[in-house]
């Protein structure tokens, strides 16, 4: 594992924070694509995103600053690096402000809600997959002591990652991380090649939120459960929580509703409709 990936001077460039800012980059060129796949304009949905990211990364600051205020005092340079602690609950902070952000934003634009939130389903996925492999360089989120059979388990040396992660060291550990990874790239796959076919609108996105959901769900029974908070004496713990929440709203969103108003991409007008007048004509 390696925690840094290169140093600017004093300044440490942690390999969690390029990684997932490299995912970011990769899905905000995707959603230009699926903006188009859609129909909805991609200008405003380059707008969005760009918005709710810098809305979820305020949140997770001001969080991060927040629980580590006496910790920056002495190091207030570890504010300009671009590494993030991978945490649960700055996941979760940051979520609620990027979702609250892009859905003011494309009210206040008048985006159609499930066609908008069709054309980021994708790219969310390969964000996510790149955010987990940042993790996995990093050693932060990681596993549970895997069994002397794991011949793919992954071994921590790095001091900072202890320091920065809480990670042990010189112990087999499931690359948890690589499982989640693995999981959300073959979910934005999936939706990459649904996207285009005949559907109603908002059905990528609820497929989105339950893939995500099944696949946080099953990856946390590898990861290490310390600070991520638990119910039922340890039978579950807090993101397996959410996870079941977004399973819950995505099979609401995709269940058969006759007065659903979402339309599918690249239906036809019907032969009621009148074709369209051509203003120029003589």
């Not at 990769?26 to 760009?50: C, E, F, M, P, Y």
């Not at 790239?185 to 989105?208: I, K």
């Amino acid at each position: 594992m390696h925690p840094v990936l290169f140093h600017i001077g004093s300044i440490l460039i942690p390999s969690y924070g390029a990684i997932t800012a490299f995912g970011v980059l990769v899905a905000l060129a995707l959603a230009q694509r699926t903006a188009h796949i859609v129909g909805v304009d991609a200008a405003k949905v380059w707008n969005l995103s760009i918005l709710s990211l810098f809305a979820a990364l305020f949140a997770t600051r001001l969080l991060l600053i927040a629980a580590n205020l006496s910790a920056l005092r002495n190091h207030p340079v570890w504010l300009l690096g671009l590494g993030m602690v991978h945490h649960p609950l700055l996941a979760g902070a940051g979520a609620v402000a990027g979702v609250g952000c892009a859905a003011w934003f494309a009210h206040h634009n008048k985006l159609p809600f499930r066609s908008t939130a069709d054309a980021l389903a994708p790219p969310l996925a390969a964000a996510l997959a790149f955010e987990q492999l940042g993790a996995l360089a990093a050693g932060s989120g990681y596993g549970t002591d895997a069994a002397p059979s794991v011949g793919w388990a992954v071994i921590s040396t790095n001091p900072l990652a202890t320091i920065w992660s809480g990670t042990p060291l010189g112990v087999p550990l499931h690359p948890v991380q690589a499982y989640a990874a693995l999981a959300f790239l073959a979910l934005a796959v999936l939706l990459w090649v649904w996207l285009p076919l005949e559907r109603r609108s908002g059905d990528v996105a609820g497929l989105f939120m339950m893939g995500a959901g099944v696949a946080i769900f099953v990856t946390e029974i590898w990861r290490d459960w310390v600070g991520r908070g638990s119910l039922f004496h340890g039978a579950i713990d807090g993101p397996q929580i959410a996870a079941i929440f977004l399973v819950l709203a995505g099979g609401w969103i995709l269940r058969e509703d006759k007065f659903a108003s979402g339309q599918p991409i690249g239906a036809k007008l019907s032969h009621s409709q009148p074709p369209p007048v051509n203003r120029g004509a003589s």
